[in-house]
C-alpha cells in the first residue's frame, strides 16, 4: 500500500505498530482518519488532500505583518492563529518607535515557531540563522497538505527545483513558498510547483518534474535560437538593401556622364 488513496474509516492494517499520523486504532487494525493519500514508512500515516495550517513548535513559516503594538508584531501565519514576533525576539535591540522601521504592515518573514501553548497563543522568534525579512521575488501558496511533497524524500524534490531553475527557493510548513529569481526562471518554477500540486499523488513524481524542467529549457534554447536567426536574416536584407542603393548610386552616376558625352558631340556636330 505505497502512497494509496485513501478514506476516512478505510483499513490500513492489523498492526497497531504501525498507527501514525492520520490514523487511529480500533479494536486492535488501524484505521484512516482522513481522506487522502497513505504513505507506509515506518508507520503508515495519511497525508490529507486538504486543510487548514495547525502551528507547531519548531516549525519554518512565511508570515505577513498585519499589526503592530507597542512590543509584538502581528503575523499572518496562514492558519486560524496568529502568530506574535515580540521585539525581543528580534536578532538586535529595537526601541518601540522603531518598530513600523523594520516591520511594516504587509512586510513579509521566514520565521520559527518558538512555542504554542494550550490556548493556541503562537510565539514567533527571528532569532537563528536563516530566518529573516523577505525582499523581492515571488510568494506562492500552496495547501500545507501538499508541503512534504514540494520538499520530496529528504528534501529531493525542493534540491532538483533549485538546481534546475536556478531560483532561490523556501517552503515554508505553512503552505507559503518564497522563490527569487529571474522573472522567466520564476515563471519555469513556479508551473513546476503547480503541477507537484495536481500530481501529488502520483509515484515518480520527482523524475516527471525534472523531465518538465528540462524541456521547458530545451524549448527556451531553441527559441533563442530562432531569435538569433532571425537577427541574421535581417541583417543580410539589410546588408542587400545597402548594397541596392550603392548600385543605385552608380548607376545614376553613369547615366549623368553619358548625357553629358552626348552633348558634347552634339555641340561639335553644330
Keep these: 500500500m505505497d502512497r494509496e488513496i485513501v478514506v476516512p474509516g478505510q483499513l490500513l492494517s492489523d498492526n497497531t505498530n504501525e498507527s501514525g499520523s492520520g490514523t487511529y486504532v480500533k479494536e486492535g487494525k488501524v484505521y484512516s482518519l482522513l481522506y487522502g ?12 488532500f486538504s486543510g487548514k495550517y495547525i502551528p507547531s513548535r519548531k516549525d519554518l513559516v512565511i508570515g505577513t505583518v498585519f499589526e503592530t503594538t507597542s512590543s509584538n508584531w502581528i503575523f499572518d501565519i496562514g492558519s486560524p492563529y496568529d502568530g506574535l514576533l515580540h521585539v525581543s525576539e528580534y536578532p538586535r535591540r529595537v526601541e518601540s518607535s522603531m518598530m513600523r ?59 532538483m527545483l533549485k538546481k534546475e531553475t536556478d531560483c532561490e527557493i523556501f517552503v515554508g510548513q505553512n503552505g507559503r513558498i518564497w522563490i ?62 545597402s548594397a541596392d542603393e550603392e548600385d543605385g548610386e552608380d ?16 555641340a561639335e556636330e553644330n
Excluded: W, Y
Design 101 to 159: 522601521e523594520i516591520f511594516n504592515i504587509g512586510d513579509c518573514a521566514i520565521l520559527r515557531i518558538k512555542d504554542v501553548d494550550a490556548s493556541m497563543k503562537i510565539e514567533l522568534t527571528l532569532r537563528e540563522k536563516g530566518l529573516r525579512k523577505i525582499k523581492g521575488g515571488r510568494l506562492l501558496e500552496v495547501p500545507p497538505t501538499k508541503v512534504p511533497r514540494v520538499i520530496g524524500h529528504n528534501g529531493s524534490m525542493v534540491s
Design 37 to 48: 493519500v497513505a504513505n507506509v514508512k515506518n508507520r503508515i500515516s495519511v497525508i490529507p
Design 180 to 241: 527569487n529569481g529571474k522573472d522567466e526562471n520564476m515563471d519555469k518554477l513556479s508551473e513546476a510547483i503547480d503541477m507537484i500540486i495536481r500530481e501529488s499523488h502520483t509515484s515518480g513524481l520527482t523524475d516527471k518534474i525534472s523531465q518538465f524542467l528540462q524541456i521547458e529549457e530545451e524549448d527556451t534554447k531553441v527559441g533563442e535560437e530562432v531569435a538569433d536567426v532571425d537577427i541574421e536574416q535581417g541583417e543580410v536584407v539589410e546588408d542587400i538593401n
Design 251 to 266: 548607376t545614376d552616376k553613369v547615366d549623368e556622364t553619358s548625357r553629358k558625352v552626348d552633348q558634347l558631340l552634339d
